[in-house]
C-alpha cells in the first residue's frame, strides 16, 4: 500500500513540476495532493508498534515532504515558481526511495517520549536548511542571469527565474530561513547528546553523524555571525550556506547511504 501511495505521489510531484506558471491553480491542486499521499505513504512506517523506522531514504523522503510544504506556504506569500522547478522533481525521487531502500527499525519503546520530539526536531532541522539551499541555488541562478548575453533564451528555470523576487527579497528570505534552521539545528544537537547517553552510554560521540553535524552548525553560525557583524552576503552567504546544508547531509543521509547501500550495514 505505502508503494502505490509513493508512486502516485512521484507521479504528481513530476507533473507539478512540469505545469505552465500560468495554471497556478491546478499546480496548487496538484501540490496538496501529492504531498498529501506522500504523507500518507511516510507516517506508518516513519513510527509505529514501538519502533522507528531509520535510513537514508526515509530521513531524505521525510525531508523532502516538509520542504513540499515550506515552499507552498512561501509561494502564497512570494513569487516563487522557481523553486517549484528545482523542490518537486528532487521531491519525486525521494517519495520512491523508501520503498526502493526501506532502511530498518530501531525499538523505542524504552525512550522517554522527548525522543519523538528530538527525531521530529531533527527533522525539521533537515527540511528548513534544504529549502535554504534551494533558496541558495536560485539565488545563484538569478545572479547568474543578470550577467549573462543570453537572459532573453527561456528554459526549463529561465521563465521562473525571471519572476522571483529582487534578489534583496530573496537573500531576506534565505536568511530567515537559515535562522529557523539554525535554532532547529541547535536544539537538535543539544537533544542529540541527551539521548546519545541514552542509547550508547555517553553524553557524546565522536564519529561521523556528530562530527559533521557539529561541522555544519558552525559553518551556520558564522555565516550568521558574518552576517551580522560583518555584512556578508552575496556569493558569501550563498557559499557557507551551500557548505552548511552539503556537512548536514554528510551527517546523516550521507553516512546512513554508506552503511545502508555501500556496506550494508543497519542501524549504527
Not at 495554471?23 to 500518507?40: D, E, K, N
Not at 508498534?49 to 520542504?67: D, Y
Not at 512561501?74 to 520503498?99: T, W, Y
Request: glycine share 8%; aromatic share 12%; charged share 10%.
Amino acid at each position: 500500500m505505502q508503494t502505490t501511495l509513493f508512486i502516485a505521489a512521484a507521479i504528481l510531484y513530476a507533473v507539478c513540476a512540469l505545469l505552465p506558471s500560468r495554471r497556478g491553480a491546478l499546480v496548487s491542486g496538484v501540490t496538496a495532493a501529492a504531498w498529501v499521499l506522500h504523507g500518507l505513504g511516510l507516517w506508518p512506517d516513519l513510527l509505529g508498534g514501538g519502533t522507528l523506522r531509520i535510513g537514508f531514504a526515509f530521513m531524505l523522503s521525510a525531508a523532502l515532504w516538509i520542504s513540499v510544504a515550506a515552499y507552498w506556504v512561501e509561494n502564497r506569500n512570494f513569487a516563487l515558481d522557481g523553486m517549484r522547478r528545482m523542490v518537486m522533481p528532487c521531491a519525486a525521487v525521494a517519495a520512491v526511495l523508501p520503498s526502493l531502500f526501506p532502511g530498518s527499525l530501531m525499538p523505542v519503546q524504552a525512550q522517554t517520549p522527548a525522543f519523538g520530539w528530538h527525531v521530529a526536531v531533527a527533522v525539521l532541522a533537515y527540511s528548513t536548511l534544504t529549502i535554504a539551499a534551494f533558496h541558495a541555488v536560485l539565488m545563484a541562478l538569478q545572479e547568474a542571469r543578470l550577467h549573462t548575453r543570453s537572459a532573453n533564451k527561456k528554459g526549463f528555470l529561465g521563465a521562473a527565474i525571471d519572476q522571483l523576487p529582487a534578489l534583496l527579497t530573496m537573500e531576506k528570505l534565505l536568511f530567515r530561513m537559515i535562522w529557523i534552521g539554525f535554532v532547529l539545528l541547535t536544539l537538535t544537537v543539544l537533544s542529540g547528546l541527551v539521548f546519545s547517553e541514552q542509547l550508547f552510554g555517553k553524553a557524546l560521540r565522536w564519529d561521523h553523524k556528530n562530527v559533521f553535524a557539529l561541522l555544519s552548525w558552525l559553518l551556520f553560525a558564522a555565516l550568521l555571525a558574518g552576517r551580522r557583524w560583518r555584512g556578508w552576503r552575496g556569493k558569501t552567504a550563498l557559499r557557507f550556506t551551500l557548505a552548511g546544508f552539503a556537512t548536514l547531509a554528510l551527517a546523516y543521509v550521507g553516512s546512513r547511504f554508506v552503511f545502508e547501500v555501500v556496506l550494508h550495514r543497519g542501524f549504527v
